[in-house]
């Protein structure tokens, strides 16, 4: 899990071969350290952002 870059107690990262089929181009933010209760933040083709929980939930941005 490559750390991307850390604000105060958040970490930025990403996984470098994750689902199949593979999601859309995305970061994982955590507190602290990598987990499975994390948030992501999936990056669209017109350049927005989609917001989700480890529960599937997005919103946009």
């Known amino acids: 899990m490559p750390q991307i870059f850390r604000v105060g107690p958040y970490i930025v990262y990403f996984w470098s071969n994750e689902s199949k089929p593979l999601e859309p181009v995305h970061v994982h933010v955590a507190e602290g350290r990598a987990s499975a209760n994390t948030?992501?933040?999936w990056?669209?083709?017109t350049g927005k952002a989609l917001l989700c929980n480890n529960n599937s939930r997005t919103v946009c941005c």
Do not use: H, N, S, V
């Open 39 to 41: 948030t992501k933040i």
């Open 43 to 45: 990056i669209t083709r």
